[in-house]
């Protein structure tokens, strides 16, 4: 069974940081590439940042330079890390696990920038 849980969000005011975490099991970690998306309540999800097994990344124009992607595949969790948030940042942010042929999803969390 595949499992994704994310955490590390909250409540923080423009300009600050936050780390989310997203421990998987039930995959293959090391191969599989993972994602963060983030939705806000009434819109489409949108793709946030990439990260292949190999370590490659790509991420939102809208969080260049904001936001870093990495994974540690000795504790098979995937991390996005958020430098200086904005309040258009806010919004339940999921990670996602592509693995042989499906989409698996965390529950999501919540990140709430005040301005």
């Known amino acids: 069974q595949v499992q994704l849980v994310e955490s590390g969000g909250g409540l923080v005011q423009s300009g600050g940081s936050l780390r989310l975490s997203c421990a998987a099991s039930?995959?293959?970690?090391?191969?599989?590439?993972l994602a963060w998306y983030r939705q806000v309540s009434g819109k489409a999800r949108e793709l946030v940042a990439t990260?292949?097994?190999?370590?490659?990344?790509n991420y939102a124009d809208s969080v260049k330079g904001r936001f870093t992607i990495s994974r540690d595949n000795a504790k098979n969790t995937v991390y996005l890390q958020m430098k200086n948030l904005k309040p258009e940042d806010t919004a339940v942010y999921y990670c996602?696990?592509?693995?042989?042929?499906?989409?698996?999803w965390g529950q999501g969390t919540q990140v709430t920038v005040s301005s």
């Open positions: 990260i292949t097994g190999g370590g490659s990344t």
């Open positions: 996602n696990a592509k693995y042989r042929g499906f989409d698996y």
């Open positions: 039930g995959i293959i970690f090391r191969i599989s590439p």
